[in-house]
């Protein structure tokens, strides 16, 4: 069973920057699809970054393309997501997510089985 947990949210000025970890547990399959996503209030959930330990390659939302980073550390089993040039628009809570996955494609629009309870952001 995948647990998630993440950490690094808080309160920021607009061109700031926030790094949020996720810290994973339980991950014994082979590769995994890592996401991050956000929901602000009154909006839908909106996909912002994924991972995919297969290949290491990213993708992105087209509204944080450039100013988010997500990364993986294997040794620390932790993924995260590196916030710059923040916006108030990116005031959200932020989740991470994972699923195991063996080929086809990593992306914020496929399902992920596990999920993180959230850590906020806000920006200023």
């Known amino acids: 069973h995948v647990q998630l947990v993440e950490s690094g949210g808080g309160s920021v000025q607009a061109g700031g920057s926030l790094r949020l970890s996720c810290v994973v547990s339980?991950?014994?399959?082979?590769?995994?699809?890592y996401g991050w996503f956000r929901q602000a209030p009154g909006k839908e959930r909106e996909g912002v970054a994924t991972?995919?330990?297969?290949?290491?390659?990213?993708s992105y939302g087209d509204s944080v393309r450039g100013r988010f980073t997500i990364s993986w550390d294997n040794a620390r089993n932790t993924l995260y997501l590196q916030m710059n040039s923040l916006k108030p628009e990116d005031t959200a809570i932020y989740y991470c997510?994972?699923?195991?996955?063996?080929?086809?494609?990593?992306?914020?629009?496929?399902?992920?089985?596990?999920w993180g309870q959230g850590t906020q952001v806000t920006v200023s």
């Open positions: 997510a994972a699923d195991p996955r063996s080929g086809g494609y990593c992306a914020t629009w496929t399902n992920f089985g596990y």
């Open positions: 339980g991950n014994t399959y082979r590769n995994y699809c």
């Open positions: 991972f995919y330990t297969q290949n290491a390659i990213t």
